[in-house]
């Protein structure tokens, strides 16, 4: 018998919804073969069954959030005993909820024959269009919503984050209404009615210079990471200044071709991937991880790339980054990037990273000292490559320079072991030479 769990797709995710059963109890599913699916607060995406056989019982319903590591369902590996037994037990659960719906309209509800309760039991019994999110859910719970009143904008009618957002934006604002135009303060005005007057105008004004809506599951894990990781490690940043010129000049020769052949775009960043690449290989230590009084040394290399989301980020990882040329790492960051926005990420995609790249740059900044994502030792921040006027043999030249922060934890690695990683990225961008396809 081989249990099957709601897996973590991410380090800041901690549960997920089960959207839908792609197998029935009692049906065979091969090893690696999609099983079900779930959604998250980051990633939409198909689980693969861990083992072949017989899907002998399933745990947790469709639409249902549980936490990661949550049994969700036993596959009997050898499918004889499951298959039989498997029946009777949907004929005795058919048999269980046949009564269920009969009891319910009993004249007992109607003896008590209060008006709000029947009135308010349909309304949340209406589920919204579409399976919901973690984040749509945790929201509705925290602020006590009714889901059914919220029309859903997002495919299939499905309500997202936004439009809980809207709904909640609109709440405050009745609510702030709603103290002026009470009858019991219509009364008092009769004696004191020059000092009626003053007290009104400034009401109205303050509750709209404020806006309360709750923190989203998504940013209060990502809070929650990054405080643990200040709190773990002794953060310290060193930030060099690269001549990317040399890369410059390979991408502009090459950047038409990319685009023709491959459709899409070639960038800088799988160029300083490449350089942190043949850095780890020298220095092994900044590609290594601390367990208590431990040092673990990877022998893969495993870059993950921060990908920015709507209201949030994730850290995709490019297994075997050591293995792939400038070609490979620009197709595996285009097709993390584009399946972290559209939520297709799988499980193992998202974990087992030992180094990590952040490209601020993309966005203008210059300069940032990035909080190192836990249990790794080091993140790279990429500013954005302007051309810059710089001293070259006494004469100033137009170059293309390029800030590079490395956040290292100083429990591990000390100034002197950073500044030398940071000098080899360097050495390679600015003496590039390899080809690009």
């Known amino acids: 018998m081989t249990d099957v769990v709601m897996p973590q797709m991410g380090e800041s995710i901690v549960e997920g919804t089960l959207t839908k059963w792609l197998k029935k109890p009692g049906e065979h599913v091969e090893r690696d073969e999609p099983l079900f699916e779930i959604s998250t607060d980051k990633v ?10 017989t899907l002998s019982e399933v745990m947790v319903e469709e639409g249902k959030t549980v936490g990661i590591n949550t049994v969700v369902a036993r596959i009997e590996e050898n499918g004889a005993g499951a298959t039989a037994a498997k029946p009777p037990a949907q004929a005795a659960a058919a048999a269980a909820t046949s009564p ?6 009993t004249p007992v509800v109607e003896a008590a024959a209060p008006a709000p309760p029947p009135a308010e039991e349909p309304a949340p019994a209406a589920e919204p269009a579409g399976p919901l999110s973690p984040l749509v859910r945790k ?12 029309k859903g904008t997002g495919a299939g009618g499905r309500i997202t984050k936004q439009d809980v957002e809207s709904y909640l934006a609109q709440k405050p604002a009745a609510a702030a209404a709603e103290p002026v135009r009470p009858p019991a303060l219509q009364p008092a005005p009769v004696a004191p009615a020059a000092a009626a007057p003053a007290p009104a105008p400034l009401a109205p004004t303050h509750p709209a210079k404020t806006r309360v809506e709750p923190l989203s599951t998504m940013r209060s894990k990502i809070a929650e990471h990054m405080v643990l990781s200040k709190r773990t490690s002794a953060h310290v940043t060193t930030i060099h200044r690269v001549d990317m010129t040399a890369v410059a000049q390979m991408r502009a020769r090459n950047k038409a071709a990319f685009q023709t052949n491959y459709g899409f775009n070639l960038t800088y960043l799988p160029f300083i991937t490449r350089a942190v ?11 290594a991880s601390l367990d208590g009084n431990n040092i673990i040394y990877h022998n893969e290399i495993n870059i993950g790339i921060a990908v920015a989301l709507e209201n949030g980020l994730i850290v995709p990882v490019i297994r075997g980054a050591d293995e792939k040329n400038v070609l490979g790492l620009q197709r595996a960051v285009v097709d993390l990037a584009a399946r972290a926005r559209s939520r297709q990420l799988k499980p193992d995609e998202v974990l087992g990273g030992t180094f990590s790249i952040t490209n601020f740059g993309s966005f203008g900044s210059l ?20 051309k810059t006027p710089v001293v070259i043999n006494d ?6 320079i390029c800030h590079l922060s490395l956040s290292f934890d100083h429990r591990l690695i000390d100034g002197a072991l950073a500044d030398q990683f940071m ?15």
């Open 367 to 386: 300069v940032g000292t990035p909080i190192i994502n836990q249990p790794q030792v080091a993140i790279l921040g990429v500013g954005t490559v302007d």
């Open 277 to 287: 690449v043949v850095a780890l290989r020298q220095f092994p230590l900044l590609n």
């Open 395 to 400: 004469a100033i030249a137009i170059r293309s």
């Open 423 to 437: 000098s080899k990225i360097k050495q390679v961008l600015e003496g590039w030479t390899e080809e690009v396809q």
């Open 100 to 105: 269920e719906p009969a009891p319910e309209p």
């Open 139 to 150: 929201l509705a719970r925290e602020n006590n919503i009714d889901l059914s009143r919220i």
């Open 44 to 53: 939409d995406t198909e689980i693969p069954s861990p083992a072949a056989g």
